[in-house]
């Protein structure tokens, strides 16, 4: 017959009601915004299909349409990081406020300014996979790199600011209006930089008079630091436009962003 023995040390069943590391759930958080749009078909398309698609297009027609080959791939990274970080963003965050969504994760200890640091670091990793995957496909297509040694800190300046700008004025999109308006002009918005933003066609490229509001624009201003990377050239103007764009955008995102519909 065995006999149970005490145990040594009595069990505490005491509830232990503190949040977890908060540098712990922001970094969970952030993972789930990076496999949510991982997960989407849609945000898939947009994030490396398209760009993907862009990249082999840009590399078989050999500038027949007014892109040189070695300036496809910068045009690409900068597609790649305006279509998640401004198109993506608004959708998700548009249809997370219709359904509730923020208004219940902001009531939770990760709180407002947890969820933002979450979906933003979450846009860096799906942006910085983007810039690997993309600038990997791209070497192997042929694109070099002869960037001088000024343009390095404008490029790694110039992204994240980028990356800043698109996502407030995604936010502010996203809180100023319903989710269906927000998929729709977002998709749109989306179209127009590609086409005339300054992502796949430089400044240089458009009618002498358009070429300052294309420039002034973040979609022109990114396109031309990246491009100015591959190249070996220094734009300083650039860099000055996005520092502007960024108080602008945050601004306005702090203006027009609500958590509830």
Same mark, same amino acid.
């Given at each position: ?36 749009? #991982? ?23 050999? /500038? ?42 902001s009531a939770t200890p990760l709180g407002h300014g947890g969820l ?18 993309? /600038? ?34 995604? #936010? ?43 420039? /002034? ?8 630091? #990246? ?35």
């Amino acid at each position: 017959m065995i006999v149970d023995k005490p145990l040594d040390t009595p069990l505490d069943f005491t509830p232990d009601a503190a949040p977890a590391n908060r540098g712990a759930m922001i970094r969970n958080h952030a993972l789930t915004e990076a496999k949510l749009i #991982l997960r989407n078909g849609e945000q898939l398309m947009i994030a490396l299909l398209i760009p993907l698609g862009l990249l082999f297009f840009g590399h078989f027609t050999d /500038g027949r349409y007014g892109i040189t080959e070695n300036h496809v791939a910068p045009n690409v990274l900068a597609l790649a990081v305006w279509s998640s970080c401004f198109t993506s963003l608004a959708i998700a965050t548009a249809f997370e406020r219709r359904y509730g969504v923020l208004e219940r994760l902001s009531a939770t200890p990760l709180g407002h300014g947890g969820l933002l640091a979450g979906k933003a670091v979450g846009i860096t990793i799906i942006a910085t996979g983007q810039f690997l995957l993309l /600038g990997a496909v791209g070497q192997l297509l042929g694109w070099r790199i002869e960037p001088s040694a000024l343009q390095w800190p404008v490029m790694l300046l110039g992204v994240p600011l980028a990356m800043f700008v698109f996502a407030n004025l995604a #936010l502010a999109m996203a809180g100023l209006l319903r989710a269906e308006a927000t998929l729709a002009f977002a998709n749109i918005i989306y179209l127009v930089g590609l086409m005339a933003g300054g992502i796949m066609w430089p400044v240089s490229s458009f009618p002498t008079r358009l070429q300052p509001l294309i420039a /002034g624009t973040p979609t022109g201003a990114l396109g031309e630091i #990246l491009r100015h990377w591959t190249s070996g050239g220094v734009t300083w103007t650039s860099l000055l436009v996005l520092i502007v764009w960024a108080v602008v955008a945050h601004l306005i995102a702090r203006k027009a962003f609500r958590w509830t519909s």
